[in-house]
């Protein structure tokens, strides 16, 4: 790993860590289901970010269930993700429409 690879994964950790640190922060204050559907969003993405980082370095690279050559972690993690973005838009977006 090259120092450039370094800087990269530093800064998706700590970003991601200092994100999903808000997030958990935030997630007690917050009753509204669009919000708490981002919050899960991000806490996912960040358990995307660390499970991608021990994969680079050989820690989580014995998967058992392979789907066409790509892991089933690797494939569900960021459909999670963003099935949690999508459901908490669509609520916004159906509150905006209902309002006029």
Partial sequence: MDAGQ???IS???VFGAAAAFLAILLW???RDSAWMLIIF???VAYIETVYSVL????IAGNELI???????V???LPVVRMSFFIAALAIM???QSRLK
Avoid: N, Q
């Avoid at 994969?55 to 050989?58: A, D, E, P, S, T």
């Fill in 66 to 72: 392979i789907f066409s050559t790509v892991s089933l």
């Fill in 6 to 8: 370094a800087v990269l």
């Fill in 28 to 30: 007690p204050k917050i």
């Fill in 93 to 95: 977006v159906y509150r």
């Fill in 55 to 58: 994969k680079i370095f050989g």
């Fill in 74 to 76: 690797s494939f569900i």
């Fill in 11 to 13: 800064s998706h950790l």
């Fill in 41 to 43: 969003g991000v806490i």
